[in-house]
């Protein structure tokens, strides 16, 4: 009797500790289940990125936030035509050189400038403004811009999903800004 009482003790006991254990795996699982929700919620839809070369002895330098197109129409739709944009998401993106350089036969002088455009269907305003450091265009001011000048886009039949800017060396005096977005492209050429 002693024995089938001590059994009985002991499977109890083993059902006790697995139901305890099955219980701690499922609340490390929920657990883990909300860890991975709350990194994905954190994901940012339009991250911070840069793009950058080396040209001869001069840095040029772009930082931006990248927004996805996510299914939206984004030039005459997000973007209205004839309107300034910062040319990326969140703060204005800026544009940095340590050396002089040409754009469009004009010169812009060694400094960290804003980069803001005004996109158009057959030609978009290329800015670059003093005020590097500011969010979005909410501060942007017209009399703050240092040169102006239009380019005409390219349209794709594809499209480029997140904004992306690329600084392109083409030889040591002369290089190619362009940004990409949605179906369109925008580049120019600068020169030493």
Partial sequence: ?????????????????????QNQSDDQHQNHKMEESNSSSKKTLSPHKY????IGDAHIHIDYSAPSVRGRIIYGGLLAYGEVWQSGAHNATWLETNKDIILNENLLK???????TI??????????????????????????????????????????????YKVERLDDKEGIISLSWE?????FSFVL
């Fill in 183 to 187: 179906k369109v492209t925008v580049s």
């Fill in 110 to 116: 060694a400094g960290k400038y804003g980069f803001f």
């Fill in 51 to 54: 793009a950058m070369a080396m």
């Fill in 119 to 164: 996109p158009n269907k057959d030609k978009w305003t290329i800015i670059f403004n003093k005020n590097w450091n500011q969010h979005g265009k909410d501060d942007y001011n017209e009399n703050d811009d240092v040169l102006r000048f239009d380019v005409s886009p390219e349209i794709s039949e594809e499209i480029t999903e997140q904004l992306i």
């Fill in 1 to 21: 009797m002693k024995n089938v009482f001590y059994l009985a003790f002991l499977s109890l006991l083993l059902v006790a500790c697995k139901d305890n254990k």
